[in-house]
Each structure stands twice: as C-alpha cells, then as structure tokens.
C-alpha cells in the first residue's frame, strides 16, 4: 500500500442523493410546501412531510422516514418534533 493509498484509506464521496429507509429518523429543514404538505429538500432528494405545523417553513424538525424510493430519490415522512429555527 503506498503512502497515497494510506492517506486516502477510509475517505468517501457524499452524493447529492442520499439513501433513506421506512424508519430511519432525520433531522432535517423545511424548505417549502408541495405535494399538499411541506417538503424538506436533502441534495437532490425530496422528502415530503405530512403533519408538520402550519408555520414549519425554515425550521429544523425531527421526522420518521415512512417510505423512500430509491430509484426516484424520494419519500414520505411524518412529523415528530420541531428542534430549532432557521439560521437564515
């Protein structure tokens, strides 16, 4: 193994579409409404929120992944708890 393959062992590429699982919990921000719900925009993925409070626009929030599609890169989840604001 050469001093290059040393330095870099371990290291990985984060896509801009990540991978979800029914029952995964996520932190993550609301960033608009679509779908008849609010969505949370994670790289190039879409995750839709049902149950989210009507004022849930650029806020950090705790949600149950409920379904994912790999091929589409998106999902359903439901709303948890809400855990901060926006730092915009």
Known sequence: MSVFDKFLAGWSFRGSRPDYAAGDVLEVMVTGEGD???VARIGDSTLRIEGAPEDAINTRIIVDVE????SAHTGR???RKTVGESAF
Do not use: E, I, K, V
């Not at 379904?67 to 790999?70: E, Y």
């Open 67 to 70: 379904s994912w599609d790999d």
């Open 36 to 38: 008849g719900g609010h």
């Open 77 to 79: 989840a439901t709303y």
